[in-house]
């Protein structure tokens, strides 16, 4: 039910994206807003929940984009391995570095993905900016926040039944049967 619930999530979060958010492609000020989704797998679910959330948003994502094929698979899975390795070793307490590490890891897999993309296909012109990336990167660190509590009331929601078998008390002994 978690997954079912992050997946439903995840496409709309694709589908704001990629028809409002995103008057043009190259806005400076497009939210990427499936990689705020992709920090809270990595921080709060399993793995196998969270690959089985991941797939089709990826795939998804590079129906969508329009773009290389591939590019926002290797952007997703890249930055949850990153995060997820990167949360299991710090010491510090979890409040602490999330957000930070949200738009660092989002700037260093960006990067990344642009030196990829340029190795491989020389011929598509991707543009780089520092200070553009940066500022992306500074909006991501900016939603994660409120897209994490979002995130939270969606697994809390998941976990609670849909059948109310736990309100239903049945009593193995009767209380009336007198004890001899």
Same mark, same amino acid.
């Given at each position: 039910?978690?997954?079912?619930? *992050?997946? +439903? #999530?995840?496409? /709309?979060? !694709?589908?704001?994206? =990629?028809?409002?958010? &995103?008057?043009?492609?190259?806005?400076?000020?497009?939210?990427?807003?499936?990689?705020?989704?992709?920090?809270?797998?990595?921080?709060?679910?399993?793995?196998?929940?969270?690959?089985?959330?991941? *797939?089709? +948003? #990826?795939?998804? /994502?590079? !129906?969508?984009?329009? =773009?290389?094929?591939? &590019?926002?698979?290797?952007?997703?899975?890249?930055?949850?391995?990153?995060?997820?390795?990167?949360?299991?070793?710090?010491?510090?307490?979890?409040?602490?570095?999330?957000?930070?590490?949200?738009?660092?890891?989002?700037?260093?897999?960006?990067?990344?993905?642009?030196?990829?993309?340029?190795?491989?296909?020389?011929?598509?012109?991707?543009?780089?900016?520092?200070?553009?990336?940066?500022?992306?990167?500074?909006?991501?660190?900016?939603?994660?926040?409120?897209?994490?509590?979002?995130?939270?009331?969606?697994?809390?929601?998941?976990?609670?039944?849909?059948?109310?078998?736990?309100?239903?008390?049945?009593?193995?002994?009767?209380?009336?049967?007198?004890?001899?």
């Amino acid at each position: 039910m978690i997954a079912f619930n *992050f997946i +439903l #999530v995840g496409l /709309l979060l !694709v589908i704001m994206q =990629t028809t409002v958010c &995103m008057p043009s492609p190259v806005w400076l000020l497009t939210p990427d807003c499936y990689y705020v989704l992709v920090a809270y797998l990595a921080y709060r679910l399993d793995l196998m929940r969270s690959l089985i959330v991941l *797939f089709p +948003l #990826v795939c998804i /994502l590079d !129906v969508l984009s329009g =773009t290389v094929l591939g &590019m926002y698979a290797i952007l997703c899975f890249s930055a949850y391995f990153l995060i997820r390795f990167i949360s299991r070793k710090l010491p510090v307490n979890e409040s602490l570095y999330q957000i930070p590490l949200v738009g660092v890891s989002y700037l260093l897999i960006s990067w990344g993905v642009y030196l990829f993309i340029r190795f491989i296909e020389p011929e598509v012109l991707v543009s780089w900016s520092w200070w553009k990336m940066g500022t992306r990167a500074m909006l991501v660190a900016a939603l994660a926040y409120p897209l994490f509590y979002v995130f939270d009331l969606v697994q809390k929601y998941s976990h609670r039944s849909l059948f109310p078998w736990s309100r239903l008390r049945l009593r193995t002994d009767n209380r009336r049967r007198r004890k001899a």
